[in-house]
């Protein structure tokens, strides 16, 4: 997590510590007209804080598909209620670490920036806030970096970093501060039938970025040919970041489901502060 207001850097224990002892009326916020996140849960553990969200578009009807006949009927639901998604998520406030549970609908990274941006504002906790949520990218990133053999393509987005652009020491950053930025991004591409340097360059600047403990990267694409293929591929943090799978039943019971999703998270919890405290404490060239 990446946040600050104009005046400086939020502390981020104070910060959450509020969140945490708001009133659930409080914790609702609509991001836009079709969503609406709140909390259902909060639970404070040591240095984690476990929630669960729930998100959904309160206007929006359920439909009801009759096997029998093929017909769908909108159904209606309660007075003061609404269809939602279940999303869980684990803070670590002292490290700056947010695990989200990922799943096809629920509540984003994304929306989750806006959802702690709007959140501060209306409950007066901090007016201007800029939130910003980025990936912690896995050694897999470089190790399938490595098996291009040409980089026909290179584009990287960042955000501002924590305390300010002269955390992150490369050129791309150099220009966001002199420009007064909050986002950055370079795009750069070789000449046909040739590729980008490998060891030098926007490449270069990539590989930086993502051995970083506290990487402020938004986005990064890398597109060329591997070793052996015979088409271009596209390599992105996607698939390439800390993650932790889990499989789940259908039919599982809600909480037997949030016990293992959660279980999961708080491992995954562990494994990032381990791996966030060796690479910030790496040597500049080794990170």
Do not use: C
């Amino acid at each position: 997590m990446h946040a600050r207001t104009p005046e400086g850097l939020i502390d981020y224990v104070a910060f959450f510590e509020r969140v945490a002892r708001l009133p659930q009326q409080a914790l609702r916020v609509e991001i836009h007209n079709e969503l609406v996140i709140a909390v259902n849960k909060i639970e404070v553990e040591g240095n984690l804080i476990k929630l669960r969200f729930a998100s959904g578009n309160p206007e929006e009807l359920p439909l009801l598909y009759d096997e029998r006949t093929g017909d769908l009927e909108t159904a209606s639901t309660p007075d003061g209620t609404w269809l939602a998604a279940a999303t869980r998520v684990v803070l670590v406030p002292s490290e700056r670490l947010i695990i989200i549970e990922s799943k096809r609908v629920g509540v984003s990274a994304t929306s989750l920036e806006r959802y702690f941006t709007k959140l501060a504002r209306q409950n007066r906790i901090v007016n201007r806030l800029n939130f910003d949520i980025s990936p912690l990218p896995s050694s897999s990133f470089e190790d399938e970096l490595e098996r291009y053999a040409r980089i026909r393509e290179a584009i990287i987005q960042v955000n501002r970093p924590n305390s300010d652009w002269d955390d992150a020491n490369d050129i791309l950053s150099e220009l966001a501060a002199e420009s007064g930025g909050q986002k950055a991004s370079v795009s750069v591409s070789a000449a046909r039938g040739d590729s980008l340097e490998k060891n030098e360059g926007i490449v270069n600047i990539i590989r930086d970025h993502v051995r970083r403990g506290y990487a402020n990267i938004r986005d990064v694409r890398i597109f060329g040919r591997r070793i052996g293929d015979v088409a271009d591929s596209m390599l992105t943090l996607e698939k390439h970041q800390e993650q932790r799978a889990i499989e789940i039943e259908t039919r599982i019971a809600q909480d037997l489901e949030e016990e293992i999703v959660m279980a999961a998270e708080v491992e995954l919890a562990e494994r990032a502060i381990l791996l966030v405290r060796e690479r910030s404490q790496a040597p500049e060239g080794d990170r």
